[in-house]
């Protein structure tokens, strides 16, 4: 059969040729036939056989046939529309055509929304609650973005950071004023200069804690963690990093303009903050040392409430260190126009705080006094069986800090089984502490979180700090960046992976995230904070080189406006700063076209382990761009490149 086809077709050439051309001519009639009907049933006799009435322009321009003659066919006025039907508006969620966010007037290039001074007037000024975060309401709320001052410049590199930094970028003298005499900050040409002084360290920073590491040891890896209250330029927090001691530096938005704005411009972690009526917004037990240098905060008043919050952020065994007013007052009362008599009050009202809080002074030298707070609470609760002030607080959480009221009480510590134990257990030294099992962990005082956990986490945050290089060159490159931020931190496992780098993180545990990881985060030896992103950060705009922000998205996605973090975002970003946002894939792509019209470059990119991943990277560029330089004639002109 196979050989008998060709035969068969060479021997009846001419009737495939009329089969062929019959099949044409049918289909071609068919169609025609059809055309026609189609015609007849949608328009009726008037359009194929037009009348006289019906003029030739009127034949030629759709949606203008006659209206009697397409009234006669019995479906009414004939209107062809030739518009769209379908628009963004129906594939996108309407958050996500936002319009492209203009810029702030020149005049908010410094505006911290949640510290905002004409805002604070509005409250209390007893215990300093006017200088306390105070967010606007969501009709108050702005939408545009903070530009950075004309004349923006990227910072100083690390180390080379620490002491100077460019005016232009906090374009404040107050301070070089004010403090003149005292090394906190000196002008010259176009920059600002930070010999590291303070007003009670006048031979510099470095000097002030080479005396305090002949009273403690700061080198032998006990010491990581510190917090600096009032912390001015943040000066001892910068020189204490030479030691590997990470420092949280606070002090309010006040009189000493941009202090904590000129730490961060100087490559030194810093937020806005103040001891009034709320909780500091970090865990109980997490700094091993805390300090105070001159900063004016009424230890002994108020009950003591003051040294209470700063024992429950003390890590057992931890230290407070005291210098000026009242400490050495018999050399300096003069100084300090004060009476001998009102200084040796004060001392007194201090240590009899410290000592109602089983604290133990170890030493006064010169202008520094130094306590050390109890590993455990033995002998402190037989003792309120004698001093009944202050009490033990009530059975609570001592980790929650977010808006959180202080209270005149003393935070209890874990218990322990024998008195040389370590409440909540002993941390490792540093470095071997950042990848050792936290004791928060290993005591199963994280809920949902394992040791196995802990490791798998440390590993993974490895590898992907490892792909975000090959991503970004600007991320990979040593040095390029300094201030970094996580927004969702979990275990601190990126900043982790970056700590060999020239940089340093804060590590952002948010209020609303499953578990409470931030005092785990603390016993790894790195800091951080707590935070609702529906709200601004309590830091000045331009505070980041980096962001990194897993899953946050998700966290906020019935919460609040993916516009108004993003907003946040933005504002905190420094310009020719990186982002790096890891969420679903549905959640990137309503980002991405946000970002896009607010001056970023972007892309989309696969999850580590390959495209089948739901989970995708977003990277994104700020470009460079500032407030228009002010004329003298009143015309402006913008920058940007």
């Given at each position: 059969?196979?050989?008998?086809?060709?035969?068969?077709?060479?021997?009846?050439?001419?009737?495939?040729?009329?089969?062929?051309?019959?099949?044409?001519?049918?289909?071609?009639?068919?169609?025609?036939?059809?055309?026609?009907?189609?015609?007849?049933?949608?328009?009726?006799?008037?359009?194929?056989?037009?009348?006289?009435?019906?003029?030739?322009s009127s034949r030629c321009v759709p949606g203008q046939l006659d209206a009697r003659n397409s009234t006669a066919s019995g479906r009414g006025p004939i209107v062809l529309d030739f518009a769209a039907h379908h628009g963004a508006g129906d594939l996108v969620p309407t958050e996500v055509l936002v319009p492209r966010f203009p810029p702030c007037p020149s005049n908010f290039s410094e505006y911290t929304p949640c510290?905002?001074?004409?805002?604070?007037?509005?409250?209390?000024?007893?215990?300093?609650?006017?200088?306390?975060?105070?967010?606007?309401?969501?009709?108050?709320?702005?939408?545009?973005?903070?530009?950075?001052?004309?004349?923006?410049?990227?910072?100083?590199?690390?180390?080379?950071?620490?002491?100077?930094?460019?005016?232009?970028?906090?374009?404040?003298?107050?301070?070089?004023?004010?403090?003149?005499?005292?090394?906190?900050?000196?002008?010259?040409?176009?920059?600002?200069?930070?010999?590291?002084?303070?007003?009670?360290?006048?031979?510099?920073?470095?000097?002030?804690?080479?005396?305090?590491?002949?009273?403690?040891?700061?080198?032998?890896?006990?010491?990581?963690?510190?917090?600096?209250?009032?912390?001015?330029?943040?000066?001892?927090?910068?020189?204490?990093?030479?030691?590997?001691?990470?420092?949280?530096?606070?002090?309010?938005?006040?009189?000493?303009?941009?202090?904590?704005?000129?730490?961060?411009?100087?490559?030194?972690?810093?937020?806005?903050?103040?001891?009034?009526?709320?909780?500091?917004?970090?865990?109980?037990?997490?700094?091993?040392?805390?300090?105070?240098?001159?900063?004016?905060?009424?230890?002994?008043?108020?009950?003591?409430?003051?040294?209470?919050?700063?024992?429950?952020?003390?890590?057992?065994?931890?230290?407070?260190?005291?210098?000026?007013?009242?400490?050495?007052?018999?050399?300096?009362?003069?100084?300090?126009?004060?009476?001998?008599?009102?200084?040796?009050?004060?001392?007194?009202?201090?240590?009899?705080?410290?000592?109602?809080?089983?604290?133990?002074?170890?030493?006064?030298?010169?202008?520094?006094?130094?306590?050390?707070?109890?590993?455990?609470?033995?002998?402190?609760?037989?003792?309120?069986?004698?001093?009944?002030?202050?009490?033990?607080?009530?059975?609570?959480?001592?980790?929650?800090?977010?808006?959180?009221?202080?209270?005149?009480?003393?935070?209890?510590?874990?218990?322990?089984?024998?008195?040389?134990?370590?409440?909540?257990?002993?941390?490792?030294?540093?470095?071997?502490?950042?990848?050792?099992?936290?004791?928060?962990?290993?005591?199963?005082?994280?809920?949902?979180?394992?040791?196995?956990?802990?490791?798998?986490?440390?590993?993974?945050?490895?590898?992907?700090?490892?792909?975000?290089?090959?991503?970004?060159?600007?991320?990979?490159?040593?040095?390029?960046?300094?201030?970094?931020?996580?927004?969702?931190?979990?275990?601190?496992?990126?900043?982790?992976?970056?700590?060999?780098?020239?940089?340093?993180?804060?590590?952002?545990?948010?209020?609303?995230?499953?578990?409470?990881?931030?005092?785990?985060?603390?016993?790894?030896?790195?800091?951080?904070?707590?935070?609702?992103?529906?709200?601004?950060?309590?830091?000045?705009?331009?505070?980041?080189?980096?962001?990194?922000?897993?899953?946050?998205?998700?966290?906020?996605?019935?919460?609040?406006?993916?516009?108004?973090?993003?907003?946040?975002?933005?504002?905190?970003?420094?310009?020719?700063?990186?982002?790096?946002?890891?969420?679903?894939?549905?959640?990137?792509?309503?980002?991405?076209?946000?970002?896009?019209?607010?001056?970023?470059?972007?892309?989309?990119?696969?999850?580590?382990?390959?495209?089948?991943?739901?989970?995708?990277?977003?990277?994104?560029?700020?470009?460079?761009?500032?407030?228009?330089?002010?004329?003298?004639?009143?015309?402006?002109?913008?920058?940007?490149?």
């Amino acid at each position: 059969m196979a050989r008998s086809w060709p035969i068969l077709s060479h021997q009846f050439p001419s009737r495939t040729k009329r089969a062929n051309l019959f099949y044409v001519t049918a289909v071609a009639i068919l169609c025609v036939l059809f055309y026609f009907l189609g015609l007849w049933q949608l328009s009726g006799p008037a359009l194929l056989f037009p009348t006289k009435g019906i003029s030739a322009s009127s034949r030629c321009v759709p949606g203008q046939l006659d209206a009697r003659n397409s009234t006669a066919s019995g479906r009414g006025p004939i209107v062809l529309d030739f518009a769209a039907h379908h628009g963004a508006g129906d594939l996108v969620p309407t958050e996500v055509l936002v319009p492209r966010f203009p810029p702030c007037p020149s005049n908010f290039s410094e505006y911290t929304p949640c510290e905002d001074a004409q805002r604070s007037l509005k409250f209390d000024r007893d215990r300093l609650i006017y200088r306390e975060r105070h967010c606007p309401e969501e009709y108050e709320k702005l939408t545009c973005r903070i530009p950075a001052p004309y004349g923006y410049k990227v910072p100083f590199r690390w180390p080379h950071s620490r002491g100077r930094a460019w005016f232009a970028n906090v374009p404040h003298k107050e301070l070089t004023v004010e403090k003149k005499n005292q090394n906190w900050v000196h002008f010259k040409g176009n920059e600002f200069i930070f010999p590291g002084g303070g007003t009670m360290f006048p031979r510099g920073a470095d000097a002030y804690i080479d005396s305090i590491g002949k009273l403690i040891n700061l080198r032998d890896g006990s010491i990581r963690t510190a917090i600096d209250t009032g912390c001015g330029v943040a000066s001892w927090g910068a020189y204490l990093m030479s030691r590997n001691i990470q420092t949280m530096s606070f002090a309010p938005r006040d009189t000493h303009e941009a202090q904590v704005q000129f730490a961060l411009e100087r490559g030194v972690p810093a937020l806005l903050g103040v001891l009034a009526s709320k909780r500091l917004p970090y865990p109980s037990r997490a700094f091993d040392m805390a300090h105070c240098s001159r900063c004016l905060i009424p230890w002994g008043q108020y009950d003591g409430m003051y040294l209470m919050e700063v024992d429950r952020v003390l890590r057992p065994g931890g230290y407070w260190i005291l210098s000026g007013p009242p400490i050495n007052w018999e050399r300096h009362w003069k100084g300090w126009e004060r009476t001998p008599d009102d200084l040796k009050s004060e001392q007194a009202k201090i240590e009899s705080v410290a000592k109602s809080l089983c604290w133990k002074k170890l030493t006064q030298k010169g202008d520094i006094a130094i306590w050390q707070k109890p590993t455990n609470h033995v002998h402190c609760k037989a003792s309120r069986k004698v001093f009944k002030f202050p009490p033990f607080c009530p059975a609570q959480d001592p980790n929650i800090a977010w808006y959180t009221p202080m209270g005149t009480c003393l935070t209890q510590l874990p218990e322990v089984s024998d008195i040389k134990e370590v409440a909540g257990g002993e941390l490792a030294k540093w470095p071997e502490r950042l990848n050792t099992v936290p004791p928060r962990i290993r005591n199963g005082g994280v809920e949902g979180v394992t040791a196995e956990t802990f490791k798998e986490n440390t590993e993974l945050w490895k590898k992907r700090v490892a792909h975000y290089k090959t991503l970004d060159y600007q991320f990979a490159e040593r040095g390029r960046y300094r201030n970094l931020l996580d927004m969702n931190a979990f275990l601190g496992g990126f900043a982790a992976a970056l700590v060999s780098d020239p940089v340093w993180v804060m590590n952002v545990v948010p209020v609303e995230a499953r578990a409470n990881t931030l005092g785990a985060i603390y016993e790894r030896g790195v800091i951080g904070t707590y935070q609702n992103w529906c709200e601004a950060m309590s830091t000045y705009p331009r505070t980041y080189d980096f962001i990194h922000a897993h899953a946050v998205f998700s966290l906020y996605k019935d919460r609040c406006k993916m516009g108004d973090i993003l907003l946040e975002m933005d504002r905190i970003l420094r310009p020719e700063g990186s982002m790096i946002i890891r969420d679903d894939i549905d959640i990137l792509v309503r980002i991405k076209s946000i970002i896009d019209g607010m001056q970023y470059d972007t892309r989309i990119v696969d999850h580590e382990k390959g495209p089948h991943e739901r989970e995708k990277i977003l990277l994104a560029n700020k470009l460079y761009w500032t407030a228009p330089e002010e004329k003298a004639e009143g015309t402006k002109t913008g920058s940007q490149r």
